[in-house]
């Protein structure tokens, strides 16, 4: 069976750079051992911690793409809990999620595709028509929060 | 664009007994109509990482805001409960404010 997921642990602020690549060693270990495959390793640095943990008010994100079994995350999981130098774990699985959203693009792109010919217009978007792009964000169409919150 | 808030005016006051004038007064008060934001924007996968898109739908109190106000659809909000509670965990997103 094999299954994606993220796992993302924070690193106590306190630990040295050797201490955060010796953990990433062993995650890498044991998913080498239990026949995974470490697909993507991102290391967010050191950020601000929206809350205290313990006493610790930043911390270091490590996020790991992970392809391999539930067994295999079970046991990454249990080993980072023993390391007192992670201060907080989170395993995700994402593959279900992501085929969903693949599929609603695809259908999304097809049907908007399809529309467009119907009109007698080139089937994919021309440069400079239609809506402003994604990246212009000048747009504010935010709801306004003074209203009622309760 | 300005269509008009589906229940808007005065919600639960203003009752069919209650004085026309009343109601009169609050007609013009026309709202922008509230769309999703997930289903404008095309947002397929509200991802607990992306702490910039979450952080517009929990205000200061860090209360999840409701859909009442957001406008987000049911299933947009749903998965958006579930991306700001994992954000939560991570202490990307705060459990509370101040």
């Given at each position: 069976m094999?299954?994606?997921?993220?796992l993302v642990?924070?690193?106590?602020?306190?630990?040295t750079?050797d201490?955060?690549?010796e953990?990433?060693?062993?995650v890498?270990?044991?998913?080498?051992?239990m026949g995974g495959?470490?697909?993507?390793?991102?290391?967010w640095?050191?950020?601000?911690l929206?809350y205290?943990?313990?006493r610790?008010k930043e911390g270091?994100?490590?996020?790991?793409v992970?392809?391999?079994?539930?067994?295999?995350?079970?046991e990454?999981?249990?080993?980072?809990?023993?390391?007192d130098?992670?201060?907080r774990?989170?395993i995700?699985?994402?593959d279900?999620?992501?085929?969903v959203?693949?599929?609603?693009r695809?259908?999304?792109?097809e049907s908007?595709?399809?529309?467009?010919?119907?009109?007698g217009?080139?089937a994919?978007?021309q440069?400079?028509?239609?809506q402003r792009?994604?990246?212009d964000?000048?747009?504010d169409?935010r709801?306004?929060?003074?209203e009622d919150l309760? | 664009m300005?269509?008009?808030?589906?229940m808007?005016?005065g919600?639960?006051?203003s009752g069919?007994?209650?004085a026309?004038?009343?109601?009169q007064q609050?007609?013009?008060?026309f709202?922008?109509r509230?769309?999703?934001?997930f289903?404008?924007?095309?947002?397929d996968?509200?991802?607990?990482?992306?702490?910039?898109l979450l952080?517009?739908?929990?205000?200061e109190?860090?209360?999840?805001?409701?859909?009442?106000?957001?406008?987000?659809?049911a299933l947009?909000q749903?998965?958006?409960?579930?991306a700001?509670m994992?954000?939560?965990?991570?202490?990307?997103i705060?459990?509370t404010g101040?």
């Open positions: 094999n299954r994606k997921y993220e642990y924070i690193v106590s602020p306190d630990a750079e201490q955060v690549a953990l990433h060693g062993q890498e270990a044991v998913v080498q051992r495959q470490l697909e993507k390793t991102e290391n640095g050191r950020r601000r929206a205290e943990i313990g610790h270091n994100y490590v996020l790991d992970i392809s391999g079994s539930g067994e295999l995350m079970k990454i999981e249990r080993r980072l809990k023993v390391y130098t992670v201060i774990q989170l995700v699985r994402v279900e999620a992501e085929l959203s693949e599929r609603r695809s259908t999304r792109t908007s595709r399809r529309r467009r010919v119907a009109r217009l080139p994919d978007r440069p400079g028509e239609g792009s994604e990246f964000d000048d747009r169409d709801f306004e929060v003074g309760r | 300005n269509g008009r808030k589906s808007g005016g919600r639960g006051r069919p007994g209650q026309k004038g009343d109601g609050r007609r013009p008060m709202r922008r509230k769309v999703c934001k289903c404008a924007d095309k947002i996968d509200i991802n607990y990482k992306d702490t910039k952080m517009g739908f929990v205000p109190r860090a209360k999840i805001l409701p859909r009442r106000i957001s406008g987000t659809c947009h749903r998965r958006l409960r579930i700001i994992r954000a939560r965990q991570l202490a990307m705060p459990y101040e």
